[in-house]
Structure formats: C-alpha cells, structure tokens
C-alpha cells in the first residue's frame, strides 16, 4: 500500500474517534442538527472504502499498518478484502444514517451530545475489529464493542431495566471475549501466525495440530456470546432497552454479526471438519427456531424484530457451518440482505414509538395516512424480510434453499428448520409492517403524523437500496458478494442467482415458506396466545438463569468475604504477618539457602552509637506505657536508618526517611487521638506471646534474607547501566532522580495517577451532602 493511501486509511480508523470527542461539544452548539455535521464522519469512510470496491473484485487484498510492540511482533495492521470491505461499508454506510436518525430521535434530549459520542466510538470500534489482520487488534477492537455497547444500552442509566440490560450484555459477551483470547492464543502458539492473513496462508496447519478443538470451543465461545446463540440468546432481547438507533445499529446490522464475522473470517482454516460441520449447524438451527418462536410471543415491535434478530443470527452460523461454496453463498446474502432490512425496521419501530407514542402492535392501527413515507419503507423492508422478489432477501432466501438441497437425513432437517424459520421471520415481517398502518384507527397516546426527515430518510434509503441491489443483482455480486463469499470460502466464488425465479426446487420451498407464513399471519393472535402458554408451562429460561447465577456469585462472594474480611484488623494483621514469614522462610529452609553466619563488622564508635540509639527505642516501643508514647517510640528506628543512610553517602535517601518517619509519627498520633481506644495494650499474655512470635519469626526471616543477598556476588550491570547512561540520556546527574522520573517514568505517572484519583475520590466523598427531606428535623441536617 502507497504511504498516502496508507496513512488514508489509518485516518479512516481513527476518525469516527475523533468525530466522538467533539460531538458534545458540536450538539451544544448545533442541537439536534448536529447530526448532519457529525454524519460526515461516517460518510467520508464510505467513500474511502468504496475506493477499494474494483481492487477487492478483482480478487486483490490491501494490507498495511504500523509497528506497535515489535519485541512481541504485533503490529497495528489491517487487512482489506472482499468480506472486511463489506462490513466496513455495512458499519459505515448504515452508520451515517444512524446519526442522522439519532439526530432526530433524541431531539431536545440533554444528554445526545453524550449519545453521539457513544454510538460514534462504537462504529470505530466495530470497523476496527473488521479491519484488524494482528489478533491483538483484533481482540482490542474486540472488547471495545463490548464496553461501547455497555455504554450505549445503559445510555437511560437511571432506569434499573437499562443497568440490568447494559451489564448482562457486558458480563456475557465480555467472558466471551476472554474466551476468544485464549483461542487466538492457542491459534498463534499452534500455527505461530499472530496475524489473520498469515493465518489464511498456513492452509490446513490449524486443522491438523493437536490443539485444534481446544481452538474451535474457545472461538466459539466468542464468538456464540457476541452473535447470541442458543443458549447465549438471552442478552441481546432484553439489550432492547436501549434507545432504538441503538438497536437498529448495535444489534441488528453490526455488533452481533461480528461473531458471525469472526466464523466467516476463520472458515478457511477451521471449516471442513466433522466438528464444525456439526456444533455450527446444530446451534444455529435451534437459535433460528428458539428466536423466531419467541418472537411470536411478543407485542412490542422492538421486541419482535429482536427475537428475529437472534433466529437470523443462528440461520447465518447454520449456513456457515455447513461450509459448501452455495451455503457461504446463501449466507453472504442473507447476511447483506438481513443489515438493510433490519436495520430499516427497526428505524420504523422507533419512527411509530416516536411519533404515535407506543410499541404495543396491539394498540395501534390505521396509521397508514397519517405516516405514508413510514408505511412504505416498512413495506418495502418486510417484501425483503419476508423473501419475496424483488428484494435482496428473495436473492438470499432462494440460495439458502438451494445450499441445504432437501434430499433427507441431515440436510432435509434443516431445510425443515429453515422453512420454518423463514416462515416465522416472514410473519413478525408483517406483522411489523402491515398491522400499525392497516385497519381502523386506533387511538394512540400521541396524535401520529409523519416524523421529520432526520427520522424517515434512514429507514426508507435502507428499503430502497435493497430493491435497487436486487434488481441490478449482477452489479451487486460483482463488487460486494462474490468477494465476500470468495473470502469466507478461501476459493474464488460465482454467484448467478437474481431477481427471476426459476422453476426449481428451491422455488417450490420458498412457495411453501410463504405460503405458512401467510396461514401464521392470519392466525397470529391465536399463535401468540399458545406460545405465551406454552413459555408460561416452561417457567426457567436462560434470562432467568442468568439472574440465579449472578445472585449465587453474590451469596458466594459474601460467604467468602465473611471468612476472609471478618471486619477484625488483628485478624488481618496476624494472617498478613503469618504469610509473609511463610513466605520468607520457605524457601531458604526448602532450598537449604541458609546464610553464613558473618563476623561482627568493624564500625566506628558513632555507628555502634546509632545502633544502640535503635536498640533503646525498639525497647521503648515494647515497654512503653500507652499507645501515644509507642508510636512516638516507633520513629526512633526510622531516624536511625536515616543516619545510617546519611553516614553510608545517601543524603537524599537519609532526608526522604527523615521526612517519612516525621509524617508517620504525626499523622498516627493524630489518628490515634481521634479513636477511642484502650490507652495501653489490653490483650492477654497468650495473644502478645502469639504475636511476638509471628514478629520474631517474620523479623528474623528478613534479617536473614538479606544476609544471603549479601553473601551473593553483586551483579553491578544495572548500577553500571544506570550510571553511564543517566547523564548521557537523560540528561540527569542525580542517578536516582533519573530513575524515578525518566527510566522508570511511566511507573511514576502510574503511582502519581493513583494519588490523584484517591485525592478525587475522598474529594467527592466530602462533598455529597444528604439532601433535607420535609420529614427531617432542622437539627437533624
């Protein structure tokens, strides 16, 4: 890659970023319009990315990146083809609608300048993971979409349904992010590739070492929690209390499809084995049932694109488990197809909740008039959902028939599954799109009209685009599906379907699909009602198992705390001291690492004198008669090692011992003042014996210690290294200076950071004030 175009495309990295950092500040200036400044940010990546539509179709990668820890070999690297391009166009192009829709939505809202800069470091987020070739990368980008979403699904944080929903996204996806680690970590050490394109390169490698299941389980892992299979589904219906631009963005076109990603992107090299072909369908399948069958049962429309959002995941990873050229053919289509009219019906949901005032399909009716350019990019969306041509999801729908070729045993299974599914999707399709605008006139909690442009221009381009798509198909499979397919297949791939049936066998499927759509259509209330009762007979799900498990892990973390943190300081004291002469002596006595016994060092009559001045205060500390008389006692030994410092040529060591012991002694004493304590020691003889042992004990394994250091020959290549170099590098004469501010400096920022934010921390704790209620008494505040 060109430096230019290189330094081109870290831009486009970085810029939804920097677009997220002024986007609070651009809102108090702009309001709600400044969606269409920020929107520039997203566009500017459509552009950029459509430059490289010609090179990907021609069966071309673009590489590039920056070193970022050489001494581990991990680069700030990306990787461009046929599948990346497409999500990044995806993230992207969806993207600028979704501010632009966001614009609208949260018109007046106080806090969307805070939106904006959520959603903004999201789609950096996720276009990064889709770009990234280094697995470190990879991971980053990884978890930055889990802990963005976090933010953005909590967005109405004082609301408890949008905290729980926020941490139960985080909790389950991020175990699967560390999930994902220890598989690219096992990935790397087997294949010695810390790169995707490396890893495409290495052909069967990873199939054949002997760790090659222990990789699959724990990339599934990853990826199964962020796409949100059978049983990890739970997460992504209730994340639906997130503003919708949210959900038409998070969880419908983006986010969840990164696990879908992540098993496209690895298909080359962990496909085409009995376990892929097997785990991959099986959990796709029953996630396409599971999600579109719980999507009966709902009212809210939200709520039923959601369900159908899992079930089409689950049709995606079927697909992609079944690893033949037409399959990852059908799922790249679908996957295309499901961004475009998901993504536009959940745009319509929030336009109808916005605009009429509520969700519930059962009280709304008859909007057609009142919100025309809403009801037609539902229509147009739904004609998609539903697989009917002309759309894109007809394209899709017809390939997915073909892929599973009904021929019995195990593919006529799952052509079972997918006929049904598809069938159930079709429904909620129109149950979406035809009952809020068909029929009478249902009163609703607000006078419905159309909704501003910022609102309608998202959904209905959405709608559009997949017509347009489908009817110059050719087009379409040239410069997006066929480089997609052929990167998942590792192979270069044809796609011929379009937008003309032909008499086939997948034509008659897609007959029978619509035609038990449409009998479920006319019976859905009844549908409704038997699914309710039949969840109702089942009680437990996974949601309800989430809850059990995050209340045992608080039952266990308070037992334990119980036994481990009792509230007694003595206790804590005693098992801190008894571990530490543990693990002092240990070693030396296992190891047989026993010092020498020295001879009495020859020390002048002033040194002997400071020692004995150390030795008469540790009696002081024993003996003395109070508390306050001990801690004063105490800064005794610590004068005496500054005189040693002082005398041994460290004044500056000697002057910061003299000015710690002085604040000891000081902020001690006052501390002591303030409790209410005995005023001399009160424990029993047992206990002081107990704990003259354990002071003994640990008192004599330092003192031996470092009489066994001292015994070693010195190693003087740091002492050598730091004074040649502390002058000629940093410029500094003061050897320990240096060390603490530029050799160690990082260190330093780290410790002072820490202070810092205690000091806030303690600041702001001062500062909360407990508001008077009318029921309080005025003494009492």
Known sequence: MADGSQSVTFLALILPFLAAAIAPALTRVFKHNAAWVLALAPLFLVVHFFGYLGDVADGRTVTGGYSWIPSLGVDFAWFIDGLSLTFALLISGIGTLIVLYAGGYLKGHEQQGRFFSFILMFMGAMQGLVLSDSFMMLFVF?????????????????????????????????????????????????????????????????????????????????????SAQFPFHFWLPNAMEAPTPVSAYLHSATMVKAGVYLLMRLNPVLGETVWWETILPVFGGTTLIVGTLLAIRQTDLKLMLAYTTVASLGLLVMLTGFGSEIAIEAAVLYLVAHSMFKGALFMVAGLIDHEAGTRDVRRLGGLRSAMPITFAAALLAALSMGGLPPFFGFLAKEEIYAALNFSGGWNGVFTVVAIVGNALMLVIG???????????????????????????????????????????????????????????????????????????????????????GIAIYLLLDRARDAMAGVLAAIGWGPDRGFDQVIRGLIRLADAVTGVIQNGRLEVYMVVTFVMIAIAVWTPMLVFDELPSMPSVPDLTFYEWTVFAIAIIGLGAVVYAADRLTAIVSLGIQGFAVALLFLLLGAPDLSFTQFMVETLSVVILALVMTRLRLHPSDHRPTPEKLLDMTIAGACGLGFALLLLKVTQIPFDATLSEFFSTYSYVIAHGRNIVNVIIVDFRGLDTLGEIAVVMITGLAILALIRIRVPRTSKQPEAAS
């Open 430 to 516: 129109f149950a979406v799109a035809l009952k809020p605008f068909l029929g009478a006139a249902v009163e609703t909690p607000k006078h419905a009209h159309e909704g501003p442009v910022l609102l309608w221009l998202g959904p209905l381009t959405l709608a559009v685009v997949g017509l347009v798509a489908a009817v110059f198909s050719g087009v379409s499979h040239h410069y997006v599906s066929e480089p997609m397919a052929a990167a998942v297949a590792g192979a270069p791939v044809e796609i011929y379907i379009s937008v003309v049936p032909h008499a086939s066998l997948a034509l008659l499927l897609s007959l029978v699909t619509i035609a038990l």
């Open 142 to 226: 990884w978890e930055l979409t889990s802990i963005t979403s976090f933010l953005l699904i909590g967005f109405d944080h004082a609301r408890e349904a949008s905290r729980r929903a926020a941490i139960q996204a985080l909790v389950v996806t991020g175990l699967g992010g560390l999930s994902l680690l220890a598989g690219l970590l096992v990935i790397w050490a087997a294949t010695g590739q810390g790169t995707l394109s490396g890893l495409l390169a290495t052909g069967d490698a990873l199939r054949a070492a002997p760790f090659y299941l222990l990789a699959l389980v724990l990339v599934l892992g990853g990826a199964f929690t962020k």
